[in-house]
């Protein structure tokens, strides 16, 4: 494990800029900006730990409430194979929760997410990390390296989690309203499903980041980046609701020969899970 989860090394390796004394003043200017320093003490507190354990005590660290509804579609599938499809509300507390509520069942459960988990490395034994923000080769190779990685998974038996989004949710404007919602999920991830061949089970987390996080995704996704620190530790005191959905089995799925509507049939049984009690 870290020391530190993201420190002015690593920072350094990124850019020059960070160097020497007017580098420690930025770096320290940056952490505070980008909320990474609250961040950076909630690892801390947590980083004894490994896997689920780890996912566990943060959450509760965090001080997060979860309460989570027909879980008991996780346990039909004892030893068996199986996706789970959700929407990525939040971009790093659903990712951790997901690993928390599937792996305390399932401990070979793996989930497919971003840079932004990516980093957490007492996350490890429970993810399979891709760039969604990497450009050209890079980006190629990251997801051909991440779908392989899925594919062995996956033929081994063990269950494994998709944010099919790639990224957590974006901002809309809809009869003058701020609405927050997956962006269209993403075709290589679907492609993967449908070729798999194993039960999809959706997975619905409630709720969303604050108000000013989702209002500067309508300025610049980078500038609305800049925020996501601070959306870790504002969620303390917060309820979040999970809810499994009833498995889509492989026959239904090889009906779809589209990818693209195979993707809107998937995000819609999702999204079904939503009550108007959700905020």
Not at 243 to 262: A, H, S
Request: glycine share 8%; proline share 4%.
């Amino acid at each position: 494990m870290k020391d530190i989860l993201i420190s002015k090394e690593d920072a350094c390796k990124i850019s020059p800029v960070f160097k020497g004394r007017f580098g420690n003043i930025l770096f320290k200017f940056v952490m505070w900006l980008t909320g990474m320093n609250k961040v950076n003490r909630i690892y801390d507190a947590s980083k004894q730990y490994e896997g689920v354990a780890f996912c566990d005590h943060l959450l509760k660290d965090v001080g997060v409430n979860f309460v989570v509804e027909n879980n008991e579609i996780i346990n039909s599938f004892e030893g068996k194979p199986f996706i789970t499809v959700s929407n990525h509300a939040y971009g790093h507390i659903d990712g951790i929760a997901a690993i928390d509520i599937v792996g305390t069942i399932r401990p070979d459960y793996k989930m497919m997410v971003n840079y932004v988990l990516a980093m957490i490395d007492t996350m490890a034994p429970n993810f399979i990390a891709v760039n969604p923000y990497q450009e050209g080769k890079l980006a190629q190779r990251s997801s051909l390296d991440g779908i392989k990685e899925c594919i062995e998974h996956l033929k081994g038996g063990h269950p494994l989690g998709f944010f099919p989004a790639g990224a957590v949710s974006k901002t809309k404007i809809r009869h003058f309203r701020m609405e927050v919602e997956d962006r269209e999920w993403q075709e290589p991830v679907i492609k993967l499903i449908k070729h798999a061949r194993v039960p999809v089970i959706p997975m619905y987390f409630s709720g969303k980041n604050s108000w000013i996080f989702n209002f500067l995704d309508l300025i610049s996704w980078k500038l609305r980046s800049l925020r996501l620190g601070h959306e870790v530790y504002n969620k303390r005191g917060k309820t979040i609701h999970v809810r499994f959905g009833e498995p889509i089995m492989p026959d239904e799925i090889r009906k779809f020969n589209d990818i693209k509507e195979l993707g809107e049939f998937l995000k819609a049984k999702t999204y079904a899970l939503a009550k108007s009690t959700d905020k």
